[in-house]
């Protein structure tokens, strides 16, 4: 939800965690008027250790704001919407779809379109990692407190099939411009049965995953005022902006212009593009 910029910093995991877990992008922003900071869509799942207060997420249909010391959000195809006072602070921790198992011994459908509270799952887990994330000084020691408690929680995975493993591998080696058709053939399975595994496995299916990759690298180089929107569309596999328009406030709600003017947040922690892009 926070992404890399000046307002950040940003560290690799301990060696082993690394087939599971992406980046730790520590955030402390401050200063900014009060308002709501959207959380997009991605291909990470978004495990947030709170720095201080609890990150306040708001759920629109039940009207109601829900207060998080340690949050994990499955894979979702629309925004989050995140309450703040001017001021944010944590660490978000990008787990690979494959971390679930890893972690908690369930796959990431599990956790897919919703937000759960980790000490409601792993309380042991989500309490020494607040408590040793908010008592730490400095970044160096709040990024080692969490590489050895997620080492130590590490355990041996069981699954998912390898087919459904490749498949993720190639749509995000791809930034979501394959055809799901030649990533079937490519692991010997008909479409609807790789899209079946697919989505048991990881919550949405193989065409939304691709569809998430190639939105969230517009919206990395939308960040990073990395071109035109016309521009951004056609490297990212659009037909054209107008497409991209659509695509953004499907899974937004907002345009990509009027994203960046009404989150502060966003404009403070501008992602970085994609090393590939």
Known sequence: MAASGDA??????????????????????????????????????????????????????????????????????????IRHHGAMAGI????????????????????AHRSVEVADISRPLAVELHERVNVARGWPARFAAIDDVL??????????????????????????????????????WSRRHLTAQFRAEFGIAPKEAARVMRFNRARRLI???????????????????PHLNRDFKALTGTSPTEWLSSDAIARVSRPAPLANS
């Open 92 to 111: 978000q921790i990008n787990f690979s779809p494959l971390a679930p198992r890893a972690f908690f011994g369930n796959p990431a459908s599990v956790f």
């Open 151 to 188: 080492v130590r929680a590490l355990h041996p995975v069981i699954g998912p099939r390898p087919q459904v493993a490749e498949a993720w591998r190639r749509i995000v080696r791809s930034l979501g411009d394959v055809p799901v058709s030649l990533v079937a053939d490519h692991v010997g």
């Open 223 to 241: 960040g990073a005022d990395a071109g035109t929107l016309a521009a951004i569309a056609v490297v990212c596999g659009y037909v054209d902006q």
């Open 8 to 81: 950040n910093v940003i560290r690799r995991p301990h060696p082993s965690l690394r087939p599971f877990v992406g980046d730790y992008v520590g955030y402390d922003i401050a200063g900014v008027p009060a308002g709501v900071h959207l959380g997009l869509p991605s291909g990470a799942l978004t495990f947030i250790v709170s720095i201080g207060e609890p990150l306040y997420e708001y759920d629109e249909a039940a009207d109601r704001t829900e207060g998080y010391d340690v949050l994990l959000a499955g894979l979702h195809l629309e925004r989050t919407l």
